[in-house]
């Protein structure tokens, strides 16, 4: 495709490196990718009679940004809820980093790289912005009970802790707010904050629930801009997003779902130029959207309340 | 009337055994409901955990208080397990339930005539729980108090009861304000919020029921040693909720929350009781009688508890900013 | 400002609708604090030389022996929370108490002469199936109780399961519209009506006053307010000890009986003893509850309310007044509540404390079914009754209740989302 290979030169190296990477991928729904971080296999979710998630196979390439997207009710974040635990399917295996993972503990795969954030913003409202981020850094030994008490223990890894939090709000524009209580912040504040938590864990993929979703234009080309400073860092990004035009920018991979299923794949120019990508879109505001609707509604309510 | 007494009595009250009973049961709620925002309405138990291993330990078995204190922090960290690993995964409304319907079973088992030889049926356990540490009362022998109406082995009761609270309250500053503490409070804010910063969830709420419920079982040795007498039926649902208000007076999530709230609490109950009492016995209520107080006090409480919670859920000195108790 | 003003307003006229309804029935304080009673066989020969004690909240206990007349007086000397024991040994050959749990129960004396009953019965003859009597017999016999047991336990249930479904509250003071209920109609049986007009009367005033009423002056402005689901189920533990104690204000703290059908002598139906009252109430409860089931099938706001439990924002959205869903959804519970304390008050006693002991059986029962579910509260009620009734062949009587607890926490660990709800509603 023209758009990819066009230049290469001039982009960031983590996009240029994303772009090369999937160059010769097939533009084809469950395609295999050169360096997979994620492999998902027969994937399926049913919420009474409706079939929520049925994806037969899906790759997600490391180190890229890779967009999912499909109409409302499409079951993006029910496959979200399912590959990072919060939900259980009826049938599926997945691997990350090649460690099968299906039925681990969604704070298990946290643990392990795999760090999501929520499509309704969880900030903790009532405790710092700090505390917030504080919160996210793994391994922590002043988190264990016995040790609690002493802090002495863990005194000096709070500091270090604490620094890297203050470089990470530096950089998402949250440095002036650290003993604010994020309750206070506005909602795009919320999910910057939300996303530097994230980070903290030290993921290997960030799962991104609709992360524009609430937030006023202004901040979306800042927001767009700090996803890709995240994979210019060597972090796999995967986001979920309805809006088309939002992923055009900043994706380097488009998946696409419609009623549970993948319907495409490829690089954004290719996949909005998909005719059964049109019609999905279409499609859904037209004879199935009450069905979609309501099947988002279901997914929505397990999202916030698992 | 006479003000001097009422107010000796009052302060008496607020400063008490019973308050002090009550004082431990919320230290262990503040931490299992304040800060973990685990609705655990069955604290009762864990006090009734720790009497009755006062009692059983001392009186059936015959055997030293001091080994019923640790038996009773066994039986309330079992009792935590056995509460907490079917319901902690669950919705907080069947946490409450259950609780509630634990704590009642317990009472029920324990005051069973099939049980009656362990736990002494529906009379309970009385006799000399509480001699060894009595024994050890280093006030001299006819020692009082100028104004507080305490006796000697109330009074030394009172003193060892208030220097553990303030033990214990320093245990909870120090574990709230430490890693451990950001966790429990981010689970009180959103659990999956936590989850998906890679926490264990689960674990924090039951090392959260169990060091509340090992605390609230102090009440429970301190009210077999002090009264001298275990009673199942004193062990009411009632009393959980009583807790509640007293820590929701005091404000919950605040380390002085369950000291203010408890002395506050017995003071306005007493001081109530006190005055109402003695207006009705000199003629001034002739409505009333002085049977009429303890219902009168106890309807005030419940009255008390919806008003807080409907006005000053973050207890009457919190910032309502920081502490508005909401749920889902 | 206004609003709160208001709520609080609300909140303590709620709390005085009891003065209201009882309008002074203040009972008359005696000097001497005692508990009393007397003792007499079915056939009314007194029990002489019966050991009654009474252990006080402080360890404290005092007794008394039942003189020629059956009478016994313990005496006490202050007020408080006290276990009263029969000492069983003490009673004659052939006497035995009519209920096991009699042996020994929890009482909460104010102050005054405190008056106790104690059902006795001679050699099998009262409606207790002696322990000699077949086992299918006893079997059949517990399973009617439990029926009918089962019906009561639905008739509270289904109110408090209403209510979940379409606020989301865990309503703590359901079991004190039982007994507001059964002290309603107390309050117009003492007044001279005859229980069988004060009945649906007390029901009916029930419906209105301390169901639309409460929903009316304190949950909906909680609604309003966005008052969380926690904090409003604390509000309702508060509202329940306030009724509680102002009913023992009111009524005093001793339990009481109508004045008609307190004494109906058992019948026989075949294997199964039982009361005409019992019967009559059982079948009314089952014409009650099948009227409610056939409502929420077929009327318009019936089926309105199913909606609403099942998802409210979308049943607003789909243009159902959700409020007034709420409101019928109050009437019919604190009615059907109204008419469980009745039936409770006919065939037992009233007491102040009557919601509170029944309270965690309707949660059992509304647990096994799926809290949120409409007829989910009924099989699981009647599946508890049974239940309740049946274990006694197999552990003591003043155990059954323990069952039914432990059933519903083995149920939460099983199949946390009751035996007709969806899975979904439990994470």
Not at chain 2, 4 to 28: D, E, K, M, P
Not at chain 3, 222 to 240: D, E, N, P, Q
């Amino acid at each position: 495709m023209p758009a990819n290979t066009e230049n290469t030169t001039k982009m960031a190296p983590g996009r240029a490196a994303a772009v090369e990477a999937l160059r010769d991928v097939a533009r084809v729904p469950g395609s295999p990718k050169p360096d997979p971080i994620l492999v998902a296999d027969q994937v399926s979710r049913q919420f009474g009679g409706l079939k929520a998630v049925d994806v037969t196979h899906v790759e997600i390439q490391r180190g890229a940004i890779t967009a999912l997207i499909g109409p409302n009710g499409a079951g993006k974040t029910t496959l979200f809820n399912l590959l990072t635990g919060f939900d259980n399917p009826d049938t599926g295996e997945w691997t990350f980093n090649k460690t099968p993972v299906a039925g681990k503990a969604p704070y298990r795969l946290a643990r392990m790289g795999m760090v999501r954030t929520f499509q309704l913003t969880k900030a903790l409202s009532r405790m710092t912005v700090m505390d917030n981020m504080l919160l996210g850094a793994s391994g922590q030994s002043g988190e264990r009970v016995f040790k609690a008490l002493l802090p002495f223990t863990w005194k000096a890894q709070e500091r270090a802790n604490t620094e890297r939090a203050m470089e990470l709000l530096g950089r998402f524009n949250l440095d002036a707010k650290i003993d604010d209580f994020a309750g206070s912040l506005s909602g795009g504040q919320r999910k910057l904050l939300e996303m530097a938590r994230a980070l903290m864990v030290g993921p290997e993929i960030v799962m991104l629930d609709e992360p524009m979703a609430g937030v006023n234009p202004a901040l979306t080309q800042s927001l767009l801009g700090h996803i890709k400073n995240i994979r210019e860092e060597g972090t796999t990004v995967l986001f979920v997003e309805h809006d088309m035009d939002m992923v055009h920018d900043i994706s380097d991979w488009v998946i696409v779902m419609a009623q549970g299923q993948i319907i495409a794949e490829g690089p954004p120019d290719a996949v909005m130029k998909d005719p059964q990508v049109i019609e999905a879109y279409l499609g859904s505001r037209h004879g199935s959207a009450l069905t979609a609707d309501g099947a988002s509604l279901t997914a929505d309510s397990q999202g916030g309340t698992t | 009337m006479d003000i001097g007494q009422v107010f000796t009595l009052t302060i008496t009250q607020a400063f008490g055994v019973t308050a002090l009973i009550y004082l431990f049961a919320a230290i262990g709620l503040n931490i299992q409901f304040g800060y973990t925002g685990l609705l655990n309405f069955g604290q009762v138990a864990f006090v009734a955990a720790g009497a009755y291993a006062v009692g059983v330990i001392v009186l059936t078995f015959d055997l030293s208080l001091w080994l019923s204190i640790v038996v009773a922090l066994i039986t309330s960290t079992l009792l935590a397990l056995l509460l907490g690993i079917p319901t902690l995964r669950l919705r907080a409304d069947y946490l409450a339930i259950v609780t509630i319907a634990a704590s009642e079973l317990l009472r029920l088992l324990v005051r069973s005539i099939a049980f009656k030889d362990v736990f002494g049926g529906a009379q309970g356990l009385n006799g000399k729980l509480g001699q060894e540490f009595h024994d050890l009362n280093p006030l001299p022998v006819d020692f009082t108090l100028p104004l507080l109406s305490w006796s000697r082995q109330d009074l030394w009761v009172v003193i060892v009861g208030w220097c553990l609270a303030l033990l214990f309250t320093l245990f909870v500053w120090g574990l709230v304000r430490s890693p451990w503490g950001r966790v429990v409070k981010g689970i009180r804010e959103d659990e999956d919020a936590v989850v998906s910063l890679g926490k264990n969830v689960f674990v924090y709420k039951l090392q959260a029921l169990i060091i509340g419920g090992g605390i609230a079982a102090f009440g429970g040795i301190l009210w077999a040693v002090a009264k001298q007498s275990v009673q199942p039926d004193t062990f009411q649902p009632d009393f959980t909720f009583f807790v509640f208000t007293i820590l929701l007076l005091g404000g919950a999530a605040r380390v002085f929350g369950p000291i203010v709230g408890t002395v506050i609490f017995w003071f306005l109950l007493a001081g109530f009781g006190e005055v109402l009492s003695s207006l009705i016995n000199n003629g001034y209520i002739a409505f009333l009688t002085p049977t009429d107080v303890g219902s009168i006090r106890f309807m005030l409480m419940g009255l008390g508890l919806m008003l807080l919670m409907i006005f000053r859920p973050q207890g009457i000195f919190g910032d309502r900013r920081e502490l508005a108790l909401d749920a889902r | 400002m206004l609003r709160r003003v208001r709520l609080a307003l609300g909140v303590l006229l709620l709390a005085t609708l009891a003065f209201l309804v009882s309008g002074g029935l203040s009972p008359a304080h005696a000097a001497q604090t005692s508990i009393t009673g007397t003792l007499t066989t079915p056939a009314g020969v007194a029990v002489s030389g019966v050991v009654v004690t009474a252990t006080g909240p402080d360890g404290v206990s005092a007794s008394g022996t039942s003189d020629e007349k059956g009478v016994f007086v313990v005496p006490l000397t202050a007020g408080g929370t006290y276990t009263v024991e029969i000492d069983v040994s003490t009673l004659p050959e052939g006497i035995t108490l009519n209920n096991e749990a009699d042996a020994s129960r929890s009482l909460l004396v104010l102050g005054g002469e405190k008056r106790i009953i104690i059902g006795l019965s001679e050699g099998g003859e009262s409606g207790i199936v002696a322990d000699d009597s077949g086992t299918a017999e006893r079997v059949i016999q517990l399973f009617l109780d439990g029926v009918l047991y089962g019906l009561v336990i639905a008739l509270g249930a289904v109110g408090l399961n209403l209510v979940f479904g379409t606020t989301g509250l865990t309503n703590f003071s359901h079991g004190e519209l039982l007994t507001l209920g059964a002290f309603t109609a107390l309050a117009f049986n003492t007044a001279g009506l005859n229980i069988v007009i004060a009945a649906p009367i007390a029901i009916v005033f029930s419906a209105f006053v301390f169901g639309w009423g409460q929903n009316r002056i304190l949950w909906r402005p909680l609604r309003r307010r966005k008052t969380g689901l926690i904090a409003a189920m604390i509000v309702s533990i508060g509202l329940a000890i306030f009724l509680r104690y102002a009913l023992v204000l009111f009524f005093g703290g001793a339990p009481q009986s109508y004045k008609q059908f307190a004494g109906q002598s058992g019948i026989a139906l075949g294997p199964f003893n039982t009361t005409p009252k019992a019967l009559i109430l059982g079948a009314l409860a089952v014409l009650a509850l099948a009227a409610t089931v056939i409502w929420l099938q077929r009327s318009r706001i019936g089926k309105a309310t199913r909606a609403v439990s099942d998802n409210p924002a979308l049943a607003s959205a789909t243009g159902i007044d959700v409020e007034r869903v709420i409101s019928v959804v109050w009437i019919i519970g604190a009615g059907l509540a109204a008419f469980a304390g009745i039936y409770l008050g006919l065939t037992q006693n009233t007491v102040w404390n009557m919601g509170q002991r029944i309270l965690l059986v309707l949660f059992a029962a509304v647990i096994l079914g799926g809290l949120g579910t409409i007829y989910g509260a009924i099989v699981g009620a009647m599946v508890v009754g049974i239940f309740i009734q049946m274990t006694t062949l197999f552990i003591p009587t003043e155990m059954k209740t323990v069952g039914a607890l432990f059933l519903m926490i083995l149920i939460l660990l099983v199949r946390p989302q009751g035996l007709l709800g969806r899975k979904e509603r439990v994470g």
